[in-house]
């Protein structure tokens, strides 16, 4: 997978609209068959009715046909028997028959000849006139001899060839007629029952057609919403897969693309190193993001995406893992080294300042690396190696790389299970103040306490810092922990002489922590403390890593009343430049130099020097560590005036003090008025 630039508006989801279009096409599809089908029906049924009317009308004209053919017969038969009749009796009677049957059977010709095809009939007419009119004249010349009353001669006209002949034409001639008739009417029938049955096809094959048609109609729909559907189904997996804010993948995309590569990096080359995880976290990215805020923040996460694909080349994965946490998956075979390389990359690019405006950021980045199939075979496994190195890299110092080594393992789960246990442990109030006296070199009395912490820990006994600071520390459960302590400090107070202040220890975490003297003000307001009482011990790595943030928070516990100590001086940066530009109180010279003041010359000297530049600015200076009245002696003589030490005495609970503070004003009695004097008598 490779980077993927943010969605840009457009439907992002197979929204409402597609469905419905679906629907609405289908809808359209059926009514449109429906129609087709009602259309279709009406067009079969008039057909049907049509045709049947026609070929009813047909039949019946067929039939007629035949009874038309049977009556000629008959009244031919009848006329030939009344002219015989006619001669044989010479009655009028039979001539007037002849006639009525004459006319009878030129009217069954009529119809025959409307029955058969125009020139049959025409044709029939031609034919027959000659003879028709040669009968007729012969009828009349017969008439007229009957009326004469020679019967005899009418009798020879109708009995004669002549008449015997015509009659015969005219016989020949109407059967032909009448079979012209039948055979019309019959060709006529079959040609309707045959239009009829194309008909009824034709609509079938419409029907057919139209339903094809609709068919087609409505899967091309289909497809086209399909194909929409489809399209909404792929962009809504990127989506679930990318990162919104930086276009990268997210931890659900990251895992499926190393599913794959890992699949095409087994099959490739087998047993080799081929992938390197790096998981890449920025340092310095949360006071930025608090003190900036979340835009600032996202822009900066949005670079540092478009640092990382520079580093990068096209077919390495990048994602988003977490917050501020990247993950790069690196195809290693191009070489060995190139993951460490690439990590060298990363850093260097990331270090470099981010302008927004106006605004310029430094952040900085970690990397731990994981490698496949070395450090391990599954996604989930790498990942949480790389993480594992990222861990030791930080711990390392800021913008370091580090390889996963398996012994890390261990000591990871043990921090896991400090952690929880430091968690659980705070809850449980079993995080207890021990308080080492600070006390005047010149007279020895006690000008106020530090508070330490201490762990009573269930199983583990009496802990001391050395043992658990430190993951507190880096799990960001530091802040919760000073809370509960200063909290149980502040009740121990009511207990302790009223001019004695307490100092304690701010990590340097804590001073990204915006609320951070609020919060300390709430719990001695709380506890009816006056801020006055309280001392806040900073370090240098305090400083350095936020100066900005540091010289707010100092001004801040200045400002509600509290003083600034800075703790373990000469240890770290050392830089002068902090003191002059930033008003604390105190300075605490590191017990390091205390230890070494009697033996080392350049001790001494430092020490030296430091007494001396806090003097000129006006600041006091504390010495920590102080074992021997040698180098308590030594202290005095250089001008230091507060000192802390197991000389003076070892971080005890409260009821030691107090106790002590008892005992002193029991013997000393009466007290003296300064509290120093029952200080120097307790120790
Ligand atoms: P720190 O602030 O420098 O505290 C002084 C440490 O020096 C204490 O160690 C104290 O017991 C020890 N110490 C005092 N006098 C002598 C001496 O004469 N000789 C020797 N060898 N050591 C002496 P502790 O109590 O073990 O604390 C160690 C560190 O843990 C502290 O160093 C401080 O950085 C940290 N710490 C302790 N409590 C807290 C806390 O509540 N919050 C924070 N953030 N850090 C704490
Ligand atoms: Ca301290
Ligand atoms: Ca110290």
């Given at each position: 997978m490779h980077p993927r630039s943010a969605p840009q508006g457009g439907t992002l989801m197979p929204n409402v609209s597609i469905v419905e279009q679906t629907m609405r096409q289908a809808r359209r599809s059926v009514a449109l068959t429906l129609a087709g089908a009602a259309v279709l029906t009406?067009?079969?049924?008039?057909?049907?009715?049509?045709?049947?009317?026609?070929?009813?009308?047909?039949?019946?004209?067929?039939?007629?046909?035949?009874?038309?053919?049977?009556?000629?017969?008959?009244?031919?038969?009848?006329?030939?028997?009344?002219?015989?009749?006619?001669?044989?009796?010479?009655?009028?009677?039979w001539i007037d028959r002849y006639d009525r049957l004459v006319t009878e059977h030129n009217g069954v010709i009529e119809h025959a000849s409307l029955l058969a095809p125009q020139a049959v009939t025409q044709r029939y007419r031609a034919k027959t006139e000659a003879a028709a009119a040669e009968i007729a004249r012969m009828r009349a010349s017969a008439l007229d001899a009957l009326n004469s009353g020679d019967h005899v001669a009418a009798k020879g006209l109708f009995d004669g060839e002549r008449y015997g002949r015509n009659a015969q034409l005219l016989r020949e001639a109407n059967e032909e007629l009448t079979r012209a008739s039948q055979r019309a009417t019959y060709e006529e029938l079959v040609v309707l029952r045959q239009r009829s049955l194309y008909a009824t096809a034709g609509v079938l094959l419409l029907a057919l057609g139209m339903g094809f048609g609709l068919w087609r109609r409505l899967s091309r729909g289909l497809d086209h919403s399909r194909g929409?559907?489809?399209?909404?189904?792929?962009?809504?997996?990127?989506?679930?897969?990318?990162?919104?804010?930086?276009?990268?993948?997210?931890?659900?995309?990251?895992?499926?693309?190393?599913?794959?590569?890992?699949?095409?990096?087994?099959?490739?080359?087998?047993?080799?190193?081929?992938?390197?995880?790096?998981?890449?976290?920025?340092?310095?990215?949360?006071?930025?993001?608090?003190?900036?805020?979340?835009?600032?923040?996202?822009?900066?996460?949005?670079?540092?995406?478009?640092?990382?694909?520079?580093?990068?080349?096209?077919?390495?994965?990048?994602?988003?893992?977490?917050?501020?946490?990247?993950?790069?998956?690196?195809?290693?075979?191009?070489?060995?080294?190139?993951?460490?390389?690439?990590?060298?990359?990363?850093?260097?690019?990331?270090?470099?300042?981010?302008?927004?405006?106006?605004?310029?950021?430094?952040?900085?980045?970690?990397?731990?690396?994981?490698?496949?199939?070395?450090?391990?075979?599954?996604?989930?496994?790498?990942?949480?190696?790389?993480?594992?190195?990222?861990?030791?890299?930080?711990?390392?110092?800021?913008?370091?790389?580090?390889?996963?080594?398996?012994?890390?393992?261990?000591?990871?789960?043990?921090?896991?299970?400090?952690?929880?246990?430091?968690?659980?442990?705070?809850?449980?109030?079993?995080?207890?103040?021990?308080?080492?006296?600070?006390?005047?070199?010149?007279?020895?009395?006690?000008?106020?306490?530090?508070?330490?912490?201490?762990?009573?820990?269930?199983?583990?006994?009496?802990?001391?810092?050395?043992?658990?600071?430190?993951?507190?520390?880096?799990?960001?459960?530091?802040?919760?922990?000073?809370?509960?302590?200063?909290?149980?400090?502040?009740?121990?107070?009511?207990?302790?002489?009223?001019?004695?202040?307490?100092s304690f220890n701010v990590a340097p975490q804590q001073i990204q922590n915006e609320e951070l003297v609020p919060q300390l003000l709430s719990i001695v307001r709380e506890a009816g403390v006056p801020p006055e009482r309280l001392d806040v011990e900073l370090t240098e790595t305090a400083l350095v890593n936020d100066t900005a943030r540091a010289r707010q928070v100092i001004l801040g516990l200045k400002k509600a009343g509290m003083t600034v100590t800075l703790d373990d001086f000469g240890t770290g940066y050392s830089s002068l430049a902090y003191l002059a530009e930033m008003t604390f109180d105190k300075i605490k010279i590191d017990r390091s130099f205390v230890h070494t003041l009697t033996e080392r010359p350049e001790s001494a000297k430092i020490v030296d020097a430091i007494i001396g530049l806090s003097r000129s600015l006006g600041v006091e200076t504390v010495a920590e560590g102080v074992e021997t009245e040698l180098q308590a002696a030594m202290l005095h003589r250089l001008g230091c005036r507060l000192a802390q030490g197991y000389l003076f005495g070892r971080p005890v609970p409260v009821k030691e003090l107090s106790d002590r503070v008892a005992l002193a004003r029991n013997t000393m009695a009466p007290l003296p008025a300064a509290h120093g004097d029952v200080g120097s008598r307790i120790i």
């Open positions: 009406a067009l079969l049924l008039a057909e049907r009715l049509w045709s049947s009317h026609t070929i009813a009308a047909a039949a019946d004209r067929h039939a007629m046909a035949h009874r038309v053919a049977a009556d000629l017969r008959v009244t031919e038969q009848q006329l030939l028997q009344a002219a015989q009749a006619a001669g044989l009796t010479g009655e009028r009677s929409t559907l489809r399209e909404a189904e792929v962009r809504i997996q990127r989506l679930a897969s990318s990162d919104l804010l930086t276009g990268l993948d997210n931890r659900a995309g990251l895992h499926d693309a190393m599913h794959a590569r890992m699949a095409r990096a087994s099959a490739a080359t087998a047993g080799t190193d081929t992938l390197a995880v790096l998981m890449v976290d920025l340092d310095r990215f949360k006071p930025v993001n608090d003190r900036n805020g979340h835009m600032v923040g996202d822009l900066v996460l949005k670079e540092v995406a478009r640092r990382l694909s520079l580093c990068l080349r096209q077919s390495d994965l990048r994602a988003r893992y977490g917050g501020d946490e990247f993950v790069v998956v690196v195809d290693e075979r191009e070489g060995p080294g190139s993951a460490e390389k690439t990590a060298a990359r990363i850093i260097e690019r990331l270090a470099e300042p981010m302008s927004f405006g106006d605004l310029t950021v430094a952040i900085g980045a970690s990397v731990g690396i994981a490698r496949f199939p070395a450090d391990a075979v599954s996604s989930d496994e790498l990942l949480r190696k790389a993480d594992s190195a990222l861990y030791r890299a930080k711990q390392a110092g800021r913008g370091t790389v580090c390889l996963y080594d398996p012994r890390q393992d261990e000591v990871l789960s043990e921090r896991h299970n400090l952690e929880q246990a430091i968690r659980e442990g705070i809850a449980a109030g079993q995080f207890v103040p021990y308080y080492q006296p600070i006390v005047g070199l010149d007279r020895r009395n006690v000008i106020s306490l530090e508070l330490l912490c201490r762990w009573r820990h269930p199983e583990r006994g009496l802990l001391t810092p050395d043992k658990f600071i430190a993951v507190a520390e880096a799990s960001g459960l530091i802040g919760p922990l000073t809370f509960a302590l200063l909290r149980a400090a502040c009740q121990d107070m009511g207990r302790l002489p009223p001019t004695w202040r307490i």
